[in-house]
């Protein structure tokens, strides 16, 4: 099974090799002289429409976003459990089908009540 | 130095990595490294090229026609001369993080096609995890595109990554739903068992996963009605506004890759993957997913996109219901019936109509308070 | 021999990732790196055959959690103060480094009782079985989701708006 | 979002957009393949004619713009103005045509030709002879109905000559 | 050389440290979460390489590592919804600066 | 949420108008001239190795049919350049269809209308931060001399005050042909001009050190 | 208990892919959702009424192209009507028909962007706005044909037309008005009951009636509130009270409104170019009207309905061969101005649509 993995691991490294020597030629490109650099402060602001940026950049956002992360994370973890029970199902018969059925249940009453608190919607 | 003479009882026999392919690892593994980047790569510039051409098709244009024959080269032309470009990074900018984002952003989806089965047999390895891995790899992606927007330090890219977290953390759930159905009926999670044991495509055993997996994977990589994130209406050109050159091609590749991703996935999960007569396996894998792609592209031509609030209200409201509930339907299917799978596939047609229906008819009722 | 590399490389980026983590003064970046330590940490889980696990950690760890700490990292606006330490610096180090020596010690003096049988190849079946066969931690798994609701609502219920 | 109409609308939506992928394209291949301009086409240049001008200066005159700069000197003998410089700032003239109407003498043209671009401002610049109507300078019908006559028939998308003459 | 137990073990404890190190001495509550995140990484490791060295058949550790990453999610959602709630309030995630009882 | 009174800016309003006042008669005091046209490579007879020609054929290639233009469409011109863009005139045959909104990631800047005093500094700022290599096309009278509006107070006389031009496109507004022959001449432009081989880079490190 | 979010200003335009010319809006946003917003114009400002005092009652005409240079046709006949109105310039009969259908063609092509326009705003990747923008081409080549120009036409003159239509020119109408209603069914076909489309712009951005009567509104923006309102049928000018048409109006006030008035518009301007084709006489295209204008001494105003809405010219003269004063009622600008009130509380990407169906056109707005 490791060889697997071997495999794996050496394309990861590969893919990220790859994707570095990729970002890396124009630097190269730079160095010959053909890909042009003319930094300038100008050049160099922030494009806001052609404007120059009011405030700052960082944008403090809505509360709202975290109720979706937070719903997620827990089905997230709900997933973990339902992959190796959908492998198996056949083997693990109706007991293990209603043991992930409870198992849902529960965390589907934290979505209905995160429904029924309407932190599911933009207001 | 005790710590690294370990009782000789505690050796055991590890796996080794020896070769178990004529030619030895290291030439299967360089080999397939090398097709598999390659092929890739060409692919998803035939993705450009598809795009703009059948884009240009149903505009009633032509599409780039100067470019080689068929204008064939185009997206080697666009790829020489962004690497060509300057490369600017803002000062305000998070530099390091600017420079981190599109590597993290475009290894993984690389990543993701070790495990695809292109053939009989994932070229590369066959991992038994192979469908969680893919998902847990991509969800790597998706911290790319938020280092992006924030690296940029731009109003418009953090709007965009921020847009983007927000449709992954939604459509990632009722995507991986979907998929463990198709999982329930294999009882494998590797890529090329569930590609085996599609004797009938699961797109007719599992006509609803099908459908909840298509518009959540295109959530996911934020195409046709859902490509909020770089919305050119709303926020310019969203999280890689600020990007220039290789690295904004790189995002450009990404977004393809992606599309084909979702592609191959559907092709692996749904369409029978590389079985189909006459033909070699690699090719109907390859007509597959460019049928596939070709559906992404003509919903692109034709939605109009869809708000953040109704993108997530979707999501939520709509297809994880429904992922749940086709979950569960499929795995009673599976312990009554573990054998009998034919019939099913009426059977199943007529739940994911009833369903749909139904669910439409409650969301349209502001059951719960669905309306948005 | 490759085991032995990848321990080695996955260890010393796993270590540099928590380092980072404590050591960095931009939030962001501590957390970006947390999500380096997070993957290197799969990828020790996979040299120890735990392959399902190791998905499941990048799943959870860096497709869930670190998401959420980057989403608070956005919405409290921590990054301009950076991420200083507190008085409690150098007792604190002298207690993690107390630590590590006591259970360094600890480690080399037990003998452990090695099994000899090698690890069963797909966790996954196996890991199906533990959990929801007979006799396996079918109690455990239940009170789980109990804790996530709780989770959910408790979270709702602190950050919801009146 | 409300589903009230279950995905129909969507269907026929990417029924027309399908529909459109096995259309002839309208797309004119420019460069190789191009249009029959209007015959009344105001094209970005203007045409002098020099023998019928007299100088009279009325077009510079009616002119919005002052594009047209006339520069004439009396000739004693034959009793009448010589012009000596005329010229047209291409690059400024909006091609209105209200010259055309009032020239009184029909010395003044627009041009049918539009492909003018050029890589310099001066060069967008027209003084006497570079006005002269030649064979690569035709001259428009623009209030001109016999030269209009003359010329071919305008491409319309509507009927789609392009398509016989291939 | 092979790399055994110790290996894991020793590893897992460097890893714990750290985050002990980090979740006492760090004021921002959100490093704070992430070193508490890394301290249940390291026992993680430990867990699985007990169940891999020690009883590789029963899988026990790694069930445990599971029910440990469910545990970690919870504590992740709740803790920063707790530091979202205060920075709500207070306008800091300080946690020098949070004084519960002057609330 | 409720946000009231002016201190919802960082700035006040009367501060902004007033800096954009300024900016603006900076602008306007040093742009009086017309800049020069980038056309020396009209004269100009480049000799270089053949490895090198090589290498730059096919980049110049490259870039020839992938030309990005910037959204910039400020006037009426704006629409023949849609229409140009559109079925009809198509300009995606020659790979252009892929109009950036973001300036970092477009190669052309295709002035489409009347340019403003005003909106001026705005056109800069979006022209400086587009990236090398770039090209700018003047379309129609307005962008080329100010067209009907030059003798008015508010606009500028012509894009070459503010920016360099490459190519000028008579017309009020040009044809969509006549700015697709605009642009084949940019093409053309393109191959010949040999955009940058800097054949001496240390020298050339020397120069942009230089001018920092 | 409010949440302490900073209003984070964001700058929508000038420079902006959607904001249809320069047009700039500084947003201030909680999030996604836009908590005000403050509409600057005048990047476009060309001066349009100041030059037209230095022009001559003709040369004004070519500025007129300029002003909503999507419906030059209509700004020509309007500032034509001002004109004969003051100089008391009498028009032949046949101008007046040649005038009518100009202005009906003008009024459909002008529709066409604004629609094409708005559904590309609501990010309908391109493919709308082509296909209208393949419509529009075939009534540019119309417009072509009868004066040699594609966007600024410059047609009209005070007491007709500069010059007879071209013989091919009716038979090609006839063409394009049996071909036209086909393919205004098609592009409902495409994005009429579109569900995205019916849930992104439904209910957005209402504009009720009472503000759009007090921010005068006027043109399809009114007519989307429901208000029958049109100036062709209120104070008919030129000929419209010889032909049968009716007035769509909406009912709720909101984007989708807007939308269907212009598209149903557009089939209304179909009939009245039917009956004008039917009706059109012989004769002389232009009365005789001396080279230089010289109206007398007075003022006066003439509006007509554009496609935008009211377009009226208020023109002062001194007797000279120049107007006085040149005043533009430019019904984009009054239209923009309910932009705040409808915006508020809306996300961005309803910003970019609400401001998309308002159809404005920046010439028009800044002058
Ligand atoms: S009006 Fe006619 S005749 Fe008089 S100067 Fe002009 S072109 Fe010549
Ligand atoms: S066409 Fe108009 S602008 Fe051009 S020269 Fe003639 S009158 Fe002047
Ligand atoms: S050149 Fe003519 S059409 Fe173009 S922007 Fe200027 S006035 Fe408008």
Redesign the interface.
């Known amino acids: 099974m490791l060889i697997n993995y071997g495999y794996i691991g050496l394309f990861i490294l590969a893919a990220i090799a790859f994707t570095i020597v990729m970002l890396l030629l124009p630097a190269i490109f730079r160095l010959v002289g053909i890909n042009p650099r003319k930094p300038n402060p100008i050049k160099n602001a922030t494009y806001e429409c052609g404007m120059e940026t009011i405030g700052r950049s960082w944008v403090q956002f809505n509360f709202r976003y975290y109720f979706y992360a937070l719903m997620f994370i827990a089905l997230d973890v709900m997933v973990v459990f339902i992959y190796p029970w959908a492998a198996e199902l056949r083997k693990l018969g109706y007991f293990g089908l209603m043991a992930v059925l409870i198992f849902v249940f529960v965390v589907v009453v934290g979505y209905l009540y995160a429904w029924r608190k309407r932190v599911l919607e933009w207001k | 130095m005790m710590i690294f003479n370990p009782d000789p009882s505690s050796v055991r026999q590890m796996p080794t990595l020896a070769p178990d392919w004529p030619g030895g690892f290291w030439w299967h593994w360089l080999l397939f490294t090398v097709i598999i980047i390659a092929f890739v790569l060409l692919l998803v510039m035939g993705y450009i090229w598809l795009e703009r051409r059948a884009m240009g098709r149903m505009q009633a244009r032509l599409g780039p026609n100067r470019a080689g024959p068929f204008g064939l080269l185009q997206p080697v032309a666009d790829a020489l001369k962004v690497m060509l470009k300057e490369d600017i990074v803002p000062v305000n900018a998070d530099k390091i993080v600017h420079l981190l984002a599109p590597i993290i952003a475009f290894a993984p989806v690389l990543i993701i096609f070790a495990v695809v089965p292109f053939a009989n047999g994932a070229l590369l390895a066959d991992l038994n995890i192979g469908i969680v891995f893919v998902v847990a790899i991509s969800s790597i992606s998706t911290l790319g595109v938020f280092m992006a927007g924030w690296g940029s330090s731009n109003k418009y890219s953090l709007l965009g990554a921020m847009r983007n977290v927000a449709s992954v953390v939604s459509y990632e759930i009722p995507v991986v739903l979907s998929i463990a159905g198709v999982v329930l009926i294999t009882g494998s999670l590797s890529m090329n068992q569930i590609v085996l044991a599609q004797e009938i495509p699961f797109i007719l055993l599992q006509p609803l996963g099908f459908l909840i997996f298509f518009i959540g994977g295109c959530a996911e990589i934020n195409r046709s009605p859902f490509d909020l994130l770089e919305a050119d209406s709303e926020i310019v050109a969203g999280f890689h506004t600020e990007y220039s050159g290789m690295k904004f091609a790189m995002f450009y590749l990404v977004e393809y890759a992606e599309a084909l991703v979702i592609s191959a996935l559907i092709t692996t999960l749904f369409l029978g993957g590389w079985r189909g007569p006459i033909l070699p396996p690699w090719l109907w894998f390859l007509v597959k997913v460019m049928v596939v792609f070709f559906v992404m592209v003509w919903t692109r031509t034709t939605l109009p996109r869809v708000r953040i609030d109704q993108l997530m209200a979707l999501a939520w409201k709509f297809l994880f219901p429904l992922a749940l509930l086709n979950l569960f339907i499929t795995g009673i299917e599976i312990l009554a019936w573990p054998t009998a799978i034919a019939w099913l596939i009426p059977v199943n047609i007529a739940v994911m109509v009833i369903l749909v229906l139904l669910w439409s008819k409650l969301f349209k009722l502001g059951w719960g308070r669905v309306e948005v | 021999m490759g085991v032995t590399i990848a321990f080695w490389i996955l260890a010393v980026a796993a270590i540099l990732g928590a380092l980072g983590v404590v050591l960095l003064r931009n939030v962001f970046r501590a957390a970006l790196s947390l999500v380096l330590c997070f993957l290197a940490v799969a990828g020790l889980y996979v040299t120890l055959s735990a392959d399902f696990l190791a998905a499941v950690q990048i799943l959870v760890y860096v497709g869930a959690i670190a998401v959420l700490i980057i989403l608070a990292i956005m919405l409290t606006r921590d990054v301009q103060r950076g991420s200083p330490g507190n008085r409690l610096q150098l007792p604190a180090f002298i207690v993690a480094a107390l630590f590590l020596a006591i259970v360094a010690f600890a480690i080399f003096q037990t003998s452990w009782q090695l099994a000899e049988l090698p690890p069963p190849a797909p966790t996954t079946s196996d890991l199906a079985f533990r959990l929801l066969g007979d006799g396996g931690f079918i109690l455990p798994l239940e009170i789980a989701p109990v804790l996530l609701l709780a989770a959910i609502i408790g979270a709702i219920v602190l950050v919801r708006e009146k | 979002m409300k589903f009230e109409r279950y995905g129909i609308g969507i269907a026929k939506g990417l029924r027309v957009t399908f529909k459109h992928l096995f259309r002839r394209p309208v797309t004119v291949q420019y460069p190789e393949q191009k249009l029959h301009m209007s015959r009344r086409i105001r094209g970005n240049e203007l045409i002098w004619d020099k023998d019928k001008c007299t100088g009279c200066a009325t077009c510079a005159k009616t002119c919005p713009q002052g594009v047209i700069q006339v520069i004439t000197s009396v000739d004693a003998v034959e009793n009448k103005y010589v012009v000596e410089k005329f010229e047209v700032d291409t690059g400024y003239c909006i091609s209105c045509g209200l010259c055309i109407e009032a020239c009184p003498y029909e010395a003044l043209y627009m041009g049918y030709a539009y492909e003018r671009a050029k890589y310099r401002r001066e060069d967008v610049i027209q003084t006497n002879e570079q006005l002269l109507p030649s064979a690569d300078r035709l001259r428009s019908g623009y209030m001109y109905p016999e030269i209009a006559a003359q010329l071919p028939r305008q491409t319309l998308l509507l009927e789609r000559i392009t398509e016989e003459e291939e | 050389m092979s790399i055994a137990l110790e290996h894991y073990l020793i590893l897992a404890t460097v890893l714990f440290s750290i985050g002990l190190y980090g979740a006492l001495a760090k004021r921002s509550a959100i490093v704070i979460l992430m070193s508490i995140e890394l301290m249940l990484n390291a026992v993680n490791i430990a867990m699985i390489a007990f169940s891999r060295y020690i009883v590789p058949l029963m899988l026990t550790g790694q069930v445990f590592a599971i029910f440990i990453i469910v545990v970690a999610a919870a504590e992740a959602a709740v803790g920063l919804a707790i530091t979202m709630a205060i920075y709500r309030r207070r306008e800091t995630i300080d946690t020098t600066e949070i004084n519960l009882m002057k609330w | 949420m409720e946000v009231t009174g002016k201190s919802k800016y960082i700035y006040s309003d009367s501060e902004l108008d007033r800096s954009e006042g300024q900016i603006i008669e900076t602008l306007k005091a040093q742009s009086q001239q017309p800049l020069a046209d980038p056309d020396a490579w009209l004269d100009e007879e480049i000799d270089r190795n053949i490895l090198l020609t090589t290498v730059d054929a096919v980049f110049d290639w490259a870039r020839r049919y992938s030309v990005w233009p910037a959204m910039f469409a400020p006037a009426c011109c704006a629409f023949e350049m849609i229409c140009m863009a559109a079925s009809r005139f198509d300009l995606s045959r020659f790979g252009m269809e892929i109009f950036r909104a973001s300036p970092r990631q477009a190669d052309l800047m295709l002035c489409a209308g009347t340019m403003t005093w005003k909106m001026a500094p705005q056109l800069k700022r979006i022209y400086e931060q587009m990236a090398e290599p770039k090209w700018v096309i003047a379309m129609g009278a307005c962008a080329i001399s100010g067209g009907i509006f030059r003798s008015s107070y508010a606009v500028v006389p012509g894009y070459n005050r503010i920016i360099p031009v490459d190519v000028y496109v008579p017309g009020c507004p040009p044809r969509p042909e006549a700015v697709l022959h605009g642009i084949r001449m940019l093409h053309r432009k393109i191959a010949e001009g040999h955009v940058n081989i800097e054949l001496n880079p240390l020298k050339a490190k020397q120069e942009r050190l230089k001018d920092t | 208990?409010?949440?302490?979010?900073?209003?984070?200003?964001?700058?929508?335009?000038?420079?902006?892919?959607?904001t249809h010319?320069?047009f700039?809006m500084?947003a201030?946003l909680?999030?996604?959702?836009v908590?005000?917003i403050e509409p600057i114009f005048?990047?476009?400002?060309?001066?349009?009424e100041?030059?037209a005092e230095?022009?001559?009652y003709?040369?004004?005409?070519?500025?007129t192209d300029?002003l909503d240079?999507?419906s030059s046709m209509a700004n020509n006949l309007g500032y034509c009507l001002a004109v004969e109105k003051l100089a008391g310039i009498p028009v032949p009969e046949r101008a007046q028909y040649i005038r009518v259908i100009m202005a009906e063609l003008q009024r459909i092509a002008s529709h066409l962007?604004a629609v094409g326009a708005f559904?590309?705003?609501?990010?309908?990747?391109?493919?709308p706005?082509?296909?209208m923008?393949?419509e529009?081409?075939?009534i540019?080549?119309?417009f072509?044909?009868?004066?040699?120009?594609?966007?600024?036409y410059?047609y009209m003159r005070p007491g007709g037309v500069?010059?007879e239509i071209?013989d091919?020119f009716l038979p090609?109408l006839d063409?394009?008005l049996k071909?036209m209603p086909g393919w205004i069914d098609?592009y409902d076909?495409?994005?009429?009951?579109?569900?995205?489309?019916?849930?992104?712009s439904k209910g957005v951005g209402t504009l009720s009636q009472e503000l759009a009567i007090s921010i005068s509104a006027s043109g399809p923006v009114l007519r989307g509130s429901g208000i029958k309102w049109d100036i062709r049928r209120a104070d008919p000018y030129s000929i419209y009270e010889r032909f049968e048409f009716d007035i769509p109006t909406g009912t709720v006030g909101d984007c989708y409104d807007r939308y269907r008035v212009r598209v149903e518009e557009m089939r209304q301007s179909l009939r009245i170019l039917e009956q004008a084709r039917q009706q059109i006489p012989g004769g002389e295209f232009r009365s005789k009207v001396p080279?230089l204008i010289r109206p007398p001494v007075g003022e006066t105003y003439a509006h007509i309905e554009a496609p935008k809405g009211e377009l009226g010219f208020y023109l002062v003269s001194d007797n000279s061969i120049a107007p006085y004063r040149c005043h533009v009622r430019a019904p984009s600008l009054l239209n923009v101005t309910a932009l705040r009130d409808l915006m508020i509380g809306w996300?961005?990407?309803?910003?970019?649509l609400i401001f998309g169906s308002m159809d404005i056109c920046?010439?028009e707005i800044d002058r």
């Open positions: 208990m409010t949440l302490k979010t900073e209003p984070f200003v964001l700058n929508v335009g000038p420079q902006h892919p959607s010319g320069v700039r500084r201030t909680d999030g996604e959702v908590v005000d005048g990047y476009l400002h060309r001066g349009i100041k030059l230095e022009r001559t003709t040369g004004v005409i070519p500025l300029r240079y999507l962007i559904l590309n705003d609501c990010g309908a990747f391109m493919t706005i082509v296909y923008i393949r529009r081409e075939k540019l080549d119309l072509d044909m009868v004066c040699g120009q594609r966007l600024t410059n500069s010059q071209p091919e090609a063409k394009f071909q098609e076909q495409l994005l009429k009951e579109n569900e995205i489309l019916l849930a992104r080279h996300k961005i990407a309803d910003l970019i920046m010439g």
